[in-house]
T-cell receptor, first 112, second 111 residues
Framework: NAGVTQTPKFQVLKTGQSMTLQCAQD?????MYWYRQDPGMGLRLIYY???????DKGEVPNGYNVSRLNKREFSLRLESAAPSQTSVYFC???????????FGQGTRLTVV | GENVGLHLPTLSVQEGDNSIINCAYS??????FIWYKQESGKGPQFIID?????DKRQGQRVTVLLNKTVKHLSLQIAATQPGDSAVYFC??????????FGSGTQLTVLP
């Protein structure tokens, strides 16, 4: 049982480049989330998808877009990367009523 | 707005001692408060939660206390072990059922 799988694990981008972070879960969860984690700070919600076919902005959505491709997959896209987007990105999934979210291993992104 | 923060960024305890990690919150409308553990290089992992109408909940070696009067949450770990070394986050679930995380406390267990 893989849980939540994120790809890639590491990425270096140049300013202005674009990329998509992939996330897939095999727990049949309805809700999926993208967070970013910066040094000395907690996780901040970028976007979430309460169910297949819906997406909503979180606390820090600027500079990002998301796609809920199907119930399993939720991708995060950076259209024009900026150094301020250097961070560790975590995808998570849960049932909508649950307090327990399951997190992936994270993607460490550096924008130079 | 919502604010979930921690009193101490780091905590060192001797192996076998009890650990207490504290957290302050400001959103009285949160229905659940949750503790997560994050080991180095991994994603956060759920430890325990407490509903807002409770003041204490116990798990395996962990106890969470909620004091709504002073908006304070704490996680107590009994007989701390080396494997408990990690960053601990408190989080709260607001009216939209989204989790808001605090900034974390690094727990180091000394041999």
């Amino acid at each position: 049982n893989a849980g939540v799988t994120q790809t890639p694990k590491f990425q270096v981008l140049k300013t202005g480049q674009s990329m998509t972070l992939q996330c897939a879960q095999d727990m049949n969860h309805n809700s999926m989330y993208w967070y970013r984690q910066d040094p000395g700070m907690g996780l901040r919600l970028i976007y979430y998808s309460a169910s297949e076919g819906t997406t909503d902005k979180g606390e820090v959505p600027n500079g990002y877009n998301v796609s809920r491709l199907n119930k399993r997959e939720f991708s995060l896209r950076l259209e024009s990367a900026a150094p301020s987007q250097t961070s560790v990105y975590f995808c998570a999934s849960s049932e909508p009523w649950a307090t327990e979210a399951f997190f992936g291993q994270g993607t460490r992104l550096t924008v130079v | 707005g919502e604010n979930v923060g921690l009193h101490l960024p780091t905590l060192s305890v001797q192996e076998g001692d009890n650990s207490i990690i504290n957290c302050a919150y400001s959103n009285s409308a949160s229905d659940y408060f949750i503790w997560y553990k994050q080991e180095s290089g991994k994603g956060p992992q759920f430890i325990i939660d407490i509903r807002s109408n409770m003041d204490k909940r116990q798990g395996q070696r962990v106890t969470v206390l909620l004091n709504k009067t002073v908006k304070h949450l704490s996680l107590q770990i009994a007989a701390t072990q080396p494997g408990d070394s990690a960053v601990y986050f408190c989080a709260e679930r607001g009216s939209a059922r989204q989790l808001t995380f605090g900034s974390g406390t690094q727990l180091t267990v000394l041999p």
